[in-house]
């Protein structure tokens, strides 16, 4: 099934304050309808459209269809579909952890590159294992509550990091970022935006490239929205153009956010990024990546081991109706790369800034 089939709304008012904490927002959990209110950031940014989803096949949908995308977003959606599925599943403890496994492993199975979701899966799945044998009333708020609590805690993890960023962003940047890391990707505010968002409050930032980010073209369509709404200064650039502005010294700083970071540094994000990451360290440009623990994969050695999510020819084949290769040439469609952990200068997380390109790791971090 196509979301596009249901019914669309303008941007609903909810029975409480969205903990996103701002009107627009990727996804919120609606408490006295038990709906998930999920964006569809597809029609972003010619239409501001939700969905109100009542089944986790829905939501499922929604992460595989990029409806909601963005490594923390992915995972509280699937957070608040478990949270969904507890609400309607009656049945006895047995019977409830049952269809929470069922319906964690399709969840798992729509995007493999962001560690977020199966980290949010995970916790949720150890929640619903706690609360199992509980009324099934008083189960399904606990579980709406650890979705909330994953929620808020990630706009937090926004916020803190956006913070820390901001001390390492020059005076009177131009900051470029690639793709979109912004409230539409997070629980709200945004890492590699939260990071522009904290400067820009403080007066730093004088200017944001933002990246088309082909083929879905995150930058031109997500980023450069949000940012213009909230009247911070935001050019497009294509992906071509970024060596041009750094070889003219006209990008201070890059801030990117990441899918999933591996043990020694190593960071995959959209597809482009490496490139990026290289132009800034011949340019000697500070590269740096803002993201949550919770993409920290310390399972993970490297990034040779990260699963690398391929897409459809078609997204890079066409853009919209407009078809720009011939059928039947191959059109390979990698949607992440990865950046060597000594190109990346910081990543900031709520818990402090890791300097890969010191010798630092996630792991060694831990060890201080
Ligand atoms: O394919 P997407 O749009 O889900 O990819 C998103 C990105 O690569 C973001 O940069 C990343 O998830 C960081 S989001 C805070």
Not at 160 to 180: E, F, Q, R, S
Request: charge should be negative; proline fraction near 6%; charged fraction near 25%.
């Amino acid at each position: 099934m196509d979301l596009s089939t249901l019914p669309d709304h303008a941007r609903p008012s909810l029975s409480r304050a969205p903990l996103s904490e701002s009107p627009w927002f990727a996804v919120e959990y609606e408490p006295t309808t038990h709906e998930v209110v999920m964006m569809d950031q597809r029609r972003l940014p010619g239409e501001e459209v939700y969905y109100r989803l009542t089944t986790v096949d829905h939501v499922a949908t929604g992460i595989r269809d990029m409806v909601v995308r963005g490594a923390p977003a992915i995972g509280i959606s699937a957070a608040y579909g478990l949270a969904l599925l507890a609400h309607r599943e009656r049945g006895d403890a047995r019977i409830f952890l049952m269809a929470n496994g069922v319906a964690g492993r399709a969840l798992n199975e729509t995007r493999p590159t962001a560690v977020n979701l199966a980290w949010a899966i995970a916790r949720m799945s150890r929640k619903a294992a706690d609360v199992a044998e509980l009324h099934p009333d008083e189960r399904a708020q606990a579980m709406l509550a650890e979705a909330e609590a994953i929620h808020r805690e990630d706009v937090a993890s926004c916020r803190a990091m956006g913070a820390l960023g901001a001390k390492d962003v020059p005076d009177g940047a131009t900051i470029l970022t690639h793709c979109n890391a912004g409230a539409l990707a997070t629980g709200g505010y945004g890492t590699a935006l939260g990071v522009i968002r904290a400067a820009h409050a403080e007066g730093k930032v004088v200017r944001v490239f933002a990246d088309e980010t082909r083929p879905y073209l995150q930058g031109a369509r997500l980023t450069a929205w949000e940012l213009h709404a909230d009247g911070i200064p935001v050019e497009v650039i294509t992906d071509n153009m970024a060596g041009h502005y750094f070889q003219r010294g006209q990008i201070q700083f890059v801030v990117v956010g990441s899918d999933r970071i591996a043990n020694n540094g190593d960071v995959a994000n959209k597809i482009g990024t490496y490139g990026v990451s290289v132009l800034a360290k011949h340019h000697n440009v500070p590269f740096t990546v803002a993201a949550p623990w919770s993409t920290i994969d310390l399972r993970c050695p490297s990034g040779k081991e990260i699963p690398i999510e391929q897409r459809s020819r078609e997204e890079v084949a066409r853009v919209g109706d407009k078809l720009l290769v011939a059928d039947g040439i191959p059109c390979p469609h990698p949607a992440f790369d990865v950046t060597p952990a000594a190109l990346v200068g910081a990543i900031y997380t709520e818990r402090g800034v890791i300097r890969p390109s010191e010798g630092e790791s996630p792991e060694s971090f831990l060890k201080k």
